[in-house]
């Protein structure tokens, strides 16, 4: 069968080697973007030109999930522990936002994807929180690829946001220790009513998750790639979903 991306071309996909199935695509994909700074640092380029060539990858990124028709796809954009870094880089980190819906949107609007955020909201600058929040509102009605930014996302501060949650509720509402469970807890959660990721990303080498979805990863498979995020490519994508592929998940079975 020959593939062809429908938007956002850039380049043609000429390796054959990685063959994708239609069925068994990962209903959720999840990717920590590594390296950008790595990326810049071996250029000689200020470590913003490494974050500015990601954004970039990730349109290309975007359009590869949304043709092997992946149903959600979450970025680690942006960690709790991001903010310790530099001011200047974490002022060009939070203008990113902006800039890349500013230039895709109208394309991603048209190709049926929906924008949305996991992670502390309200503690976003002012800008930040406006682009973001006028994406959603204009692809709010969209029913095809979910494109999920994490961002000022910490997955154990997640999780104790949600235990205070639940706390609350048990002591102010119907809510009774009996009745929690998993399926409930995962509602106090910022995924809710997300499918748990099938397949998790790592560029840049990193074996480690790094604060990220430590609950909704818990079956995930892991796939990591020693390339840099500037140099991740649909190519890579494809070879990612084809490994996937070849796995036999069994969730503790035989």
Do not use: C
């Amino acid at each position: 069968m020959s593939m062809k991306f429908p938007f956002f071309r850039t380049k043609k996909v000429t390796d054959d080697s990685f063959k994708v199935e239609e069925t068994n695509i990962p209903r959720h994909v999840a990717i920590i973007m590594d390296g950008n700074g790595r990326w810049a640092k071996k250029r000689g380029l200020p470590r913003i030109a490494g974050h500015k060539e990601g954004m970039n990858v990730v349109k290309e990124i975007v359009k590869a999930a949304t043709y092997y028709k992946v149903e959600i796809l979450t970025l680690y954009a942006f960690s709790t522990e991001n903010w310790k870094r530099p001011k200047s880089e974490v002022e060009f980190l939070m203008k990113l936002p902006k800039e890349f819906l500013h230039t895709y949107l109208p394309e991603l609007i048209e190709k049926n994807v929906r924008i949305d955020t996991i992670g502390e909201f309200d503690g976003l600058p002012i800008h930040t929180k406006e682009a973001i929040q006028n994406a959603k509102e204009q692809t709010k009605d969209n029913d095809g690829l979910l494109l999920n930014f994490a961002l000022n996302y910490g997955s154990r501060f997640e999780i104790m946001r949600a235990i205070k949650q639940v706390y609350t509720d048990i002591e102010e509402t119907e809510l009774t220790i009996d009745q929690l469970d998993e399926e409930i807890f995962s509602e106090y959660l910022y995924t809710q009513g997300l499918s748990d990721p099938d397949l998790l990303i790592r560029t840049s080498g990193e074996q480690r998750l790094s604060n990220f979805l430590l609950w909704q990863l818990a079956y995930a498979e892991f796939w990591f790639t020693d390339v840099l995020w500037p140099d991740f490519s649909e190519e890579i994508f494809k070879k990612a979903l084809h490994d996937y592929q070849q796995r036999k998940r069994r969730y503790g079975g035989i």
